[in-house]
Nanobody, 129 residues
Framework: QVQLVESGGGSVQAGGSLRLSCAAS??????MGWFRQAPGKEREGVAGIYTNLGSTYTYYADSVKGRFTISQDNAKKTLYLQMNSLKPEDSAMYYC??????????????????????WGQGTQVSVFS
């Protein structure tokens, strides 16, 4: 049984940092991503990662580029999202997701995530000014 469990969300002042974690049980994944959804808004792909043969490929939405960093520790079966210089508009529920596709591109997150096979329950991030 595959499960993804996010943690690390919370409430932080603008300009602060948070690190989200996504622990996978059952297996490791080479194609994963972070998504977020704010009330009344569509789900947005924030960052994607693809690891293959020792190489890592990442993608970031323009809204977070330069502030967020996605990484993966396969030994720990954990995906991370380091979020720096947080802004109030970053406030949302954040989800990690995994895709079983053999044709992964980290840019797949930009499509909103409908193709992803497994999802976590989400962790709330609130940024106040």
């Amino acid at each position: 049984q595959v499960q993804l469990v996010e943690s690390g969300g919370g409430s932080v002042q603008a300009g602060g940092s948070l690190r989200l974690s996504c622990a996978a049980s059952g297996r490791t994944f080479s194609c994963m991503g972070w998504f977020r959804q704010a009330p009344g808004k569509e789900r947005e792909g924030v960052a994607g990662i693809y690891t293959n043969l020792g190489s890592t490929y990442t993608y970031y939405a323009d809204s977070v580029k330069g502030r967020f960093t996605i990484s993966q520790d396969n030994a720990k079966k954990t995906l991370y999202l380091q979020m720096n210089s947080l802004k109030p508009e970053d406030s949302a529920m954040y989800y990690c997701a995994a895709d079983l596709t053999p044709f992964c591109s980290p840019r797949r997150v930009a499509g909103g995530g409908d193709e992803y096979d497994y999802w976590g329950q989400g962790t709330q991030v609130s940024v106040f000014s």
